[in-house]
């Protein structure tokens, strides 16, 4: 019977090492987002992120997504946040009408009402409407986007920078933009065929500009590698 080492979860403030070697457990986890599995170095970025926004790191990783570079909430998540923080979120939700308003009253002014509304012709000209999730749970995307809006409208000190959900930043970031905008369609590529095929030999040609033999690729190391981290006192 094979024994499993017991690791604890490392408190807030923890050292290096001890977060270290928690990631390394958490992501052979087959339970863990895809992003996470065999990446402990994605998760302990994601330990520091809870530690940050003083939530528990399963939390953190289950809540919060990084999408080329930028950490992103849940928007269930960021009203989380928002409460905690002891200020005031209300959303209402018109199923029948598809509009969604979510507003947040402060703690320390208790006299102000922060607003954001969002409704189906917003979301078509943010071009929105129709893509995704946004095609089956319409009702549901415009209220997490009413809740992350009021929530970087009033009450941004509370999100430590993580203010948008994965959905936003899909479409804002360029590069994660154009995996979901740009589709090859088999026409275009029936249509190109003749200059990527060489007609006679049915071969397809290789820029030899491309290709450096004198670099092969080396396989990927595995994470942390070899990579020793200094320990006080030369503890190992």
Known sequence: MTEIEHVPTPERGAGLVDKMEYARTLAVSSL?????QK??????LAIELGDALGIPTIQAI???????GKPTASAELIASLVRRAGHKLRVTVDDTKQVAVAQIIRADDPDFVYEARWDMRKAQQAGLAGKGNWKSHPVQ???NRAVTEVARMGASDALYG?????DEVTFTVPA??????????????LGQADDVIDVETGEIPID????????????????WGDVEVAQPGGAR
């Open 141 to 143: 995307m415009l209220r």
């Open 176 to 189: 994660a933009r154009d995996l979901h905008q740009r589709r090859v369609t088999a026409a275009e590529i």
């Open 39 to 44: 990446q402990p170095a994605n998760v302990l």
């Open 208 to 223: 030899a500009e491309l290709v450096d033999e004198t670099s092969p690729q080396e396989p990927a190391p595995d994470a």
């Open 162 to 166: 993580v203010s948008h959900t994965p």
């Open 62 to 68: 289950n809540g919060i997504h990084v999408i080329e």
């Open 32 to 36: 863990l987002p895809k992003s996470y």
